[in-house]
T-cell receptor
Framework: DQQVKQNSPSLSVQEGRISILNCDYT??????FLWYKKYPAEGPTFLIS?????DKNEDGRFTVFLNKSAKHLSLHIVPSQPGDSAVYFC?????????????FGTGTRLTIIP | ETGVTQSPTHLIKTRGQQVTLRCSSQ?????VSWYQQALGQGPQFIFQ???????GRGNFPPRFSGLQFPNYSSELNVNALELDDSALYLC??????????????FGPGTRLTVL
């Protein structure tokens, strides 16, 4: 049962353009949604998060949008830079589990073309 | 401030063997979680330890077990290794009571190959 889904395994975007990564979820009990970035041979690093009671959170070039009725969130990166090339994971937390368990999607490999 | 470290970086074992992976949590973090990331998949939650006790477990069999020590470092033990156990094993640390939306820090992982 895949509760968090990333349906695009890969995405290529021209440098300077907008990158949009998408994520869908099925569990309406999630309290937070997070995006992690992963380079090869490194662990995931936290990028940005959004509370389930918000619909937008912005941090510099990164903006996450949440559409609760559609159970969908997206990460926008503007402008895209070569260093943004990495695998991006969408993840979610439900606090009533009593632990900070992250439920991850399968990831999207973003390639920024110079 | 020291980040999350894991050892070893790579490991090769054969089916049926046992393996122990180690994690040192970030300074001041008393909660450790372990994840398994198979090739082409996202990390899957194995279990979490808080104050040396298991605090939640994912859908993994009992041959996956763990320990947390008084200094908050942790071990993941896997018995009777199977080919499907080949994966990247990630450790994440967080301060209990911290902000769950941004305070999980991951180590670089241990790449386990089972032949």
């Amino acid at each position: 049962d895949q509760q968090v889904k990333q349906n695009s395994p890969s995405l290529s975007v021209q440098e300077g353009r907008i990158s949009i990564l998408n994520c869908d979820y099925t569990n309406s009990m999630f309290d937070y949604f997070l995006w992690y970035k992963k380079y090869p041979a490194e662990g995931p690093t936290f990028l940005i998060s959004i509370s389930s009671i918000k619909d937008k959170n912005e941090d510099g070039r990164f903006t996450v949008f949440l559409n609760k009725s559609a159970k969908h969130l997206s990460l926008h990166i503007v402008p895209s830079q070569p260093g943004d090339s990495a695998v991006y994971f969408c993840a979610a937390i439900a606090l009533n589990f009593g632990n900070e368990k992250l439920t991850f999607g399968t990831g999207t490999r973003l390639t920024i073309i110079p | 401030e020291t980040g999350v470290t894991q050892s070893p970086t790579h490991l090769i074992k054969t089916r049926g063997q046992q393996v122990t992976l180690r994690c040192s949590s970030q300074s001041g973090h008393n909660t450790v979680s372990w994840y398994q990331q198979a090739l082409g998949q996202g990390p899957q939650f194995i279990f979490q330890y808080y104050r040396e006790e298991e605090n939640g477990r994912g859908n993994f069999p009992p041959r996956f077990s763990g320990l947390q020590f008084p200094n908050y470092s942790s071990e993941l033990n896997v018995n009777a290794l199977e080919l499907d156990d080949s994966a990247l094993y990630l450790c994440a640390s967080t301060p209990k009571g911290g902000n769950p939306s941004n305070e999980q820090f991951f180590g670089p992982g241990t790449r386990l190959t089972v032949l």
